[in-house]
């Protein structure tokens, strides 16, 4: 081999060894968010990380800080957003301008009797319209005073992410700190468990250490996890037996796609001779994805069949593992079970030595919580357009989806259903009668395919009706007593299924649709009183023949066209005329100057001639002798 092929050969085989380094150390995936909730201003955390404050992301609420600032160690835990009744029912955090993908979010929520009330809310928290987290008072008395962070793993679709909160009766839902990071979306077998499930966090557990992790301690994981310790979750039964262990030396096969594990979390363990046995507090009819972690960190293990055992779901026996047989030593191994619709709220996960000792450097423990229906897109469209336009007042909570999460009531005066094959929910009923709106019908409404009722009466709602009011599905509709102005649209009457029309007492005018009052013929009813400018319905003036709706009838129109014809035909006909005329005139030509006075010359010569011949005559009349004219 020549020194060129052997040079060129080392310096691939440096590049391949290379090449796993580099693609650990550069995470791909950058949208990050870390929100101080009820903060003015950025703030910063021990760990030199940024908090922003939360001005641009909030639909509404109110702000205040924990009772005891210094029983808490960040910046971050010890300012909150409240949401009062005034705010409505439903209020949320919007983080805009995502990137389509997977992400890691997590909220640090405290009560810490910041109200001066002792008296911890309930309410519940929603991600992407599907409800992930339930708060019941009275929380446990440390709870309530330190607080808790909660975690999941959502997909964003639209590039906008909604975190709401629904409170129950008068109790002002509470939000301390807010972190979303975006995540390899093919992480934690995406797959094969696909993007129709938000993975919630049930227990995050590293065997062998304490707790670590962003916001705990220095340590590093790109999707921002934070682990707990494994000892509150060991079964009492096993815990004499349990030893850790641990190690400075690198594991391979950490930080790499799609799960970026990081390998603090492969040099600590625990092992025990006996069972290992943990037990988890779940919720019943769930499924639950448990992540297992391995490395054989024990340099007395060198071949496989050394250490050898089983783990057990449930009482069920699922696997056998032998982590030398699988990586070796020094290595990063992971596998994970499905454990499906659990009819316990403990989920039981036992680990027993066939071979050797049994050990586990971590766990991890997912509810799959199914993503909840959410609202038609073009519907979410129309509605936020109709809040805008409509001056929809912040007490009514209309904010996230309009009909998600299904758990919940609705916007406040909005009712929804599925749709016929149930893959999404439409909007079928709009009642904000007597509400105080000022505003106006965005022509948005014709997204509204669904709609059946909308009673919009009693407000002080104006502009003209908008083309798109009348979708084919409309039954009934009541605009009275408003200040609408302008004519009444056609395609109000597109629906065959309209029954009711009350249109009375608003500032509309010109001619009433024929369909519209036919309503009555076919049993339904109408009203348009109390319209001055309305005409040409029962019980209205007649319509000006060639004037309606403020401008000329179709028949004013039609005459004017007819009228516009005629005179241009008129036109017409004089250029005709006179290019015909013209046409004559170019030949009569004039003779020239000298034959036009022999020919004068020649008319009098004519003309005494004949005055000679008639007094010849005359003579000869009387008898004189006749003379010739010529005499020679």
Not at 50 to 64: E, F, L, P
Not at 346 to 351: F, G
Not at 361 to 390: C, F, H, W
Not at 425 to 437: E, P
Request: aromatic share 10%; net charge neutral.
């Amino acid at each position: 081999m020549s020194l060129l092929s052997l040079s060129s050969s080392f310096f691939l085989s440096l590049l391949l060894l290379l090449l796993p380094l580099s693609l650990a150390s550069s995470y791909p995936y950058k949208a990050s968010y870390r929100i101080d909730c009820g903060s003015a201003t950025s703030t910063t955390d021990p760990f030199n990380t940024t908090w922003q404050a939360d001005d641009r992301y909030y639909t509404s609420g109110a702000t205040s800080i924990v009772s005891e600032p210094l029983h808490f160690r960040f910046p971050h835990e010890k300012t909150l957003r409240y949401f009062p009744p005034s705010s409505g029912k439903k209020n949320c955090y919007i983080i805009p301008n995502l990137p389509p993908g997977r992400y890691y979010i997590r909220t640090f929520t405290v009560y810490d009797n910041y109200d001066g009330k002792s008296h911890s809310p309930s309410f519940d928290v929603s991600v992407e319209g599907t409800l992930v987290f339930s708060w019941r008072s009275p929380w446990p008395e440390g709870l309530a005073r330190d607080g808790a962070y909660s975690d999941l793993f959502a997909f964003v679709k639209d590039s906008e992410l909604d975190l709401c909160f629904y409170s129950f009766a008068t109790d002002p839902p509470v939000i301390a700190s807010l972190e979303v990071q975006q995540i390899d979306p093919l992480s934690y077998d995406a797959a094969t468990i696909g993007n129709n499930h938000i993975l919630v966090n049930y227990g995050r557990l590293t065997s062998g250490s304490n707790q670590w992790g962003p916001g705990f301690s220095n340590d590093a994981d790109d999707f921002g996890r934070s682990w707990q310790s494994d000892a509150a979750s060991r079964s009492p039964n096993a815990k004499s037996s349990i030893k850790s262990v641990s190690t400075r030396e690198r594991i391979t096969n950490t930080n790499q796609p799609p799960n970026y594990y990081p390998m603090k979390l492969y040099q600590t363990a625990i092992v025990s001779s006996g069972a290992i046995q943990y037990n988890l507090a779940v919720d019943a009819k769930l499924d639950y994805l448990i992540w297992f972690h391995f490395a054989e960190i024990d340099s007395s293990v060198t071949k496989a069949g050394q250490r050898v055992f089983d783990i057990l779901v449930n009482g069920k026996n699922v696997t056998r593992v032998d982590i030398f047989n699988s990586v070796g030593s020094f290595a990063a191994y992971s596998w994970h079970y499905v454990a499906k619709n659990l009819s316990s709220t403990e989920l039981t996960v036992k680990l027993v030595p066939v071979v050797g000792a049994a050990l586990i450097s971590g766990l991890e423990n997912y509810a799959l919580v199914p993503n909840d229906l959410s609202t038609v897109p073009e519907q979410v469209i129309a509605m936020r357009a109709l809040k805008e336009s409509l001056r929809v007042p912040d007490r009514m909570g209309w904010n996230g989806d309009p009909c998600a999460p299904t758990n919940w009531d609705a916007w406040e005066g909005i009712t929804c259903h599925p749709n016929k094959d149930e893959t999404a929910l439409v909007i079928s009923q709009i009642d904000l009668g007597s509400q105080g709106l000022k505003g106006y019908i965005s022509d948005k409404i014709s997204l509204l395919s669904n709609l059946v009722n909308l009673n919009l009466s009693t407000n002080s709602l104006g502009g003209t009706l908008p083309s798109g009011l009348g979708q084919q599905s409309l039954v009934r509709l009541d605009l009275s007593d408003n200040q609408f102005t302008g004519s009444i649209p056609d395609s109000l009457t597109s629906s065959s299924k309209l029954q009711l029309v009350l249109l009375n007492n608003n500032l509309l005018e010109g001619r009433v649709p024929e369909e519209l009052y036919s309503i009555g013929v076919h049993g339904g009813a109408f009203d348009l009183s109390g319209n001055k400018g309305l005409c040409g319905a029962p019980s209205l003036p007649s319509c000006p023949l060639f004037w309606e709706n403020g401008g000329l009838s179709k028949g004013g129109k039609i005459a004017i066209v007819i009228l516009s014809l005629v005179l241009f035909s008129g036109v017409l006909l004089v250029v005709y005329i006179c290019c015909i005329r013209q046409g004559r005139n170019d030949y009569d030509f004039g003779l020239p100057q000298d034959l036009m006075s022999l020919s004068a010359k020649r008319n009098r010569y004519q003309r005494q001639k004949s005055l000679m011949l008639l007094e010849m005559e005359s003579q000869h009349a009387k008898g004189l002798p006749t003379l010739p004219l010529n005499p020679r």
